[in-house]
């Protein structure tokens, strides 16, 4: 995956992913292409959450997974959750789970409930940060302010580091693929540089939703593994999401 | 191979509106109600989706099944006695996904912690 919240010159923020899964589940020789990617992309749906008639929060997701990996509370906060692979896996949270140990939240419940129940980005970013959770992640979070942005990188009972915005730095822009941000890419799976390469030659002055899906479309942060790509931005009440596809010849990953 | 063209490219322009071979189409919009009840919230989302969704699942039973050959009876007759466990309304939400869906409770439970699995 690669998530990616940026804010233009004039203190706008888009949020925006490409959703990829699917390694190492089958590869289809014919097609080139793995197998639960094509399975994924007919299941992924545009949800409008409503209470008392209104819209509580959207989110892109797949038909028969109740969790949500990315959303927007309209107004409020933006979301998207990317994955973090670690020895001390959700696999291990399950095991505790089935096993009695219950103290530890699924992941797509806790994003899932920050969409639903939190009110502003302090209190999302307290719940994301605080709650045990049963597998490590990586979450991305947008507020409705200027400089509201951050990258949480949680292992399953803590918050390993929180990276925020900050354009006094000249950092305009959070980026997060599926390492550890102040760490170097596997060296097979580097999709962080070429996508902030491109961010810098976008510039902040012309972050948009055009510039951020030519971002997004981009080899190999598009690759064989992405199944959707969305945007959203709280300041211009838009949610659009795209499927993809990554004709041969394309990174599997 | 990922640095070197044609599986890496400069930044691409001129994208969006989304159309070409990299784009697959639009995704659909569905309502879900809050106000409804948890095991009826996504009956019509579901019933619009059942093909696929029992397609996707097949395939992950015939994964697991070629590494662990007792795993899909373990998930459709030990799982489902841990819905319980579940705070609500998500337990509620599961038994209506996979009773529209025509699926094991325990195949959508699956489906639902595959993140907590695959994250290693």
């Known amino acids: ?253 | 191979a990922q640095d070197v063209p044609p599986y890496t490219e400069d930044c691409r322009s001129g994208t969006y509106p989304p159309s070409g071979p990299t784009f697959k189409g639009k995704v659909q919009w569905y309502t879900v109600n809050l106000d409804q009840p948890p095991y009826e919230r996504w009956q019509k989302l579901i019933s619009d989706k059942k093909a696929p969704l029992n397609e996707l699942i097949q395939h992950i039973k015939n994964l697991a099944k070629a590494i662990f050959p007792n795993l899909i009876d373990i998930v459709d007759n030990k799982l489902p006695f841990l819905i319980g466990k579940l705070p609500s309304p998500f337990g509620e939400e599961m038994k209506g996904v996979a009773d529209a869906a025509g699926l094991p409770l325990g195949e959508i439970m699956l489906f639902n912690i595959f993140y907590e699995v695959f994250s290693v």
């Open chain 1, 1 to 253: 995956c690669t998530s990616v919240v940026a804010q233009d010159t004039s203190g706008k923020l888009f949020h925006a992913r490409n959703l990829d899964f699917g390694l190492f589940l089958g590869w289809d020789v014919k097609n080139n292409s793995w197998i639960v990617s094509e399975l994924l992309k007919p299941l992924v749906v545009n949800v409008n959450f409503q209470r008392n008639n209104k819209t509580a929060f959207m989110s892109t997701s797949f038909a028969g997974y109740i969790g949500m990996l990315t959303g927007m509370k309209p107004g409020v906060l933006t979301l998207t959750m990317n994955e973090r692979f670690s020895l001390d896996g959700g696999y291990i949270g399950i095991l505790e789970w089935i096993l009695g140990k219950r103290h530890g939240v699924w992941m797509g419940f806790l994003t899932r409930s920050v969409l639903e129940n939190a009110t502003s980005y302090d209190e999302a970013k307290d719940l994301l940060s605080k709650t045990e959770m049963l597998a490590p992640a990586y979450f991305i979070l947008g507020g409705n302010k200027p400089g509201q942005a951050c990258v949480i990188t949680r292992s399953r009972t803590s918050s390993i580091n929180f990276w925020e915005l900050d354009t006094q730095k000249g950092e305009w822009y959070v980026l997060e693929t599926n390492y550890d941000h102040w760490k170097p890419p596997l060296v097979i799976d580097n999709r962080r540089d070429p996508a902030m390469k491109c961010m810098k030659t976008k510039g902040q002055k012309s972050i948009s939703f055009t510039t951020i899906y030519d971002v997004l479309s981009t080899k190999p942060v598009l690759n064989k593994l992405t199944t959707y790509t969305a945007m959203m931005s709280i300041s211009e009440n838009k949610f659009e999401a795209y499927l993809r596809d990554c004709p041969h010849p394309c990174m599997p990953w």
